[in-house]
C-alpha cells in the first residue's frame, strides 16, 4: 500500500495491510462463481440488469482505489464507496431473484465492503 496511507491517522480497528490481499483474492473468487451462476441465466437472454449493476459496482469498486489511494482523499473514496455499497446491495437483491446461492456468495463481499465503508468514514474524520 502506498506510504501516504501508512502515514494516516488509523482506527484501533483497522486490519494490519497483510490482511487485505488474501481477503481480496479470496472475495474475488467467490465473487466469480457468483456471477458465473448468474451469467449462466443471462445467456438464456432472460436477464439484463443484475449483470449490468454488477459491472456498475464492480466500476465503483476501481473508483474507490482511485479516489481513496490515487487522490490520497479519503473523502472522495467516502463518497465513491457510498454508491458501491449502493449498488452492491441492488447486485445481492439482483442476484438473489436469480439464484439464492449467487446471492449468499456474494454476501461476504458485501460485508467486507461495509466494513471498509466505516473505515474509510474513520479515516476520513480522523485526518480531515
Excluded: E, H
Excluded at 500500500?1 to 467467490?30: D, E
Aim: glycine content about 4%; hydrophobic content about 60%.
Amino acid at each position: 500500500m502506498p506510504t501516504w496511507y501508512q502515514s494516516l491517522i488509523k482506527p484501533s480497528y483497522a486490519p494490519p495491510s497483510w490482511l487485505f490481499g488474501p481477503v481480496w483474492i479470496s472475495l474475488y473468487l467467490w465473487m466469480g462463481i457468483a456471477v458465473f451462476l448468474v451469467w449462466r441465466k443471462a445467456g438464456k437472454g432472460r436477464v439484463k440488469t443484475a449483470p449490468f449493476i454488477f459491472s456498475l459496482q464492480f466500476l465503483f469498486n476501481a473508483f474507490w482505489s482511485i479516489a481513496f489511494f490515487g487522490f490520497c482523499s479519503p473523502a472522495f473514496g467516502l463518497i465513491i464507496i457510498l454508491l458501491f455499497w449502493i449498488t452492491l446491495l441492488l447486485t445481492i437483491i439482483l442476484f438473489a431473484r436469480l439464484s439464492l446461492m449467487a446471492s449468499i456468495l456474494i454476501w461476504p463481499y458485501f460485508l467486507w465492503v461495509s466494513f471498509a465503508s466505516w473505515l474509510n468514514f474513520s479515516l476520513f474524520r480522523l485526518n480531515r
